[in-house]
């Protein structure tokens, strides 16, 4: 995978994603036999509207790693509920003209080639079989996302995101609202709508930018022939315990939630699902802060 993102006038950056350790890997692991393989190559212009860097007078790099992932400052301010816990919350410091609200999307030129894909060893015939790599490019578009997360008092956060997908279908990605620091304790917070669930990397914050694997597969992994609609990686509805240490490096949750998989109305039984989360962080020098963690999801679903 190779990607380069266009910032600007300024220049271009260029962003090699271990390219020769894979193919190396790949060779070796298949032993010099062709592996099955995807490869994307993109050219991707972003443009960022960083709402809570304009609120508190910040560059986005406080809070965030380059992909954007968020670091152990980032961490710790969303574990506040959008707060640095200091009198810079207060809205006596927040211009008038500030709104907490930021549009996504990715306009691209995408090119998916795959690997070892059956095609009919004569086109337009039923016989059988041939190996053939796929290639597929062309201008694409995003859904656009309308990010709205802030706080509306101390210690009360909330969290609206509605989306529209390329084919004109809205929808509504996000909903909750969240108190905080219940009892003046960070390990008591409570919030209540529809989240992501406090997986230890998040979906919404993918590396790969290839719809072929992009995603975290495992995250929505479903057995052959199997019926169930589960993701663990898709938000979900419910309520949600959550508690950290002052600098989040130890965190837990603990969710109830309905068995809908995040779809809106009641299932056709009344059965709760319920997730688990607790990680522990620690700073390993010049390799920046390291999680460790264990989860654990339990509920029902049918299989057929």
Not at 75 to 101: C, E, M, T, V, W
Not at 247 to 269: I, M, P, W
Request: glycine content about 10%; some cysteine.
């Amino acid at each position: 995978m190779v990607k380069w993102f266009l910032k600007g006038t300024g220049g271009a950056q260029w962003s090699w994603f271990l390219t020769g350790a894979c193919v190396a890997a790949a060779t070796v692991l298949s032993g010099r036999q062709p592996a099955y393989t995807a490869y994307s190559l993109e050219v991707h212009k972003r443009t960022v509207i960083p709402a809570f860097a304009r609120k508190y007078h910040l560059p986005c790099s406080a809070c965030h790693t380059a992909w954007p992932e968020l670091n152990a400052f980032g961490q710790a301010f969303k574990d506040r509920g959008y707060q640095l816990g200091n009198d810079r919350d207060s809205p006596i410091f927040q211009n008038n003209a500030y709104i907490p609200l930021a549009l996504r999307t990715t306009p691209q030129f995408h090119l998916e080639s795959t690997t070892k894909q059956l095609v009919d060893s004569t086109p337009g015939t039923s016989s059988c079989c041939a190996e053939k790599t796929l290639t597929q490019t062309g201008f694409d578009l995003s859904g656009i996302d309308f990010l709205m997360l802030g706080t509306l008092n101390k210690d009360v956060t909330f969290g609206l995101v509605p989306t529209l997908d390329p084919d004109g279908t809205a929808g509504i990605e996000t909903a909750f609202v969240r108190f905080d620091n219940l009892g003046n304790s960070p390990w008591a917070n409570v919030k209540l709508g529809k989240f992501e669930l406090d997986n230890l990397l998040s979906e919404k914050r993918i590396i790969l930018l290839s719809n072929n694997g992009g995603l975290y597969q495992s995250y929505h992994f479903i057995p052959l022939n199997d019926g169930t609609n589960f993701g663990l990686g898709d938000n979900q509805i419910g309520v949600e315990l959550m508690g950290h240490s002052p600098n989040s490096y130890t965190r837990y949750s603990l969710a109830a939630l309905t068995s809908t998989d995040g779809e809106a109305g009641v299932g056709a039984g009344s059965s709760y699902d319920a997730a688990f989360t607790l990680s522990h962080a620690l700073d390993a020098g010049s390799m920046g802060v390291e999680r460790f963690g264990v989860y654990a999801y339990v509920g029902q679903r049918p299989t057929v």
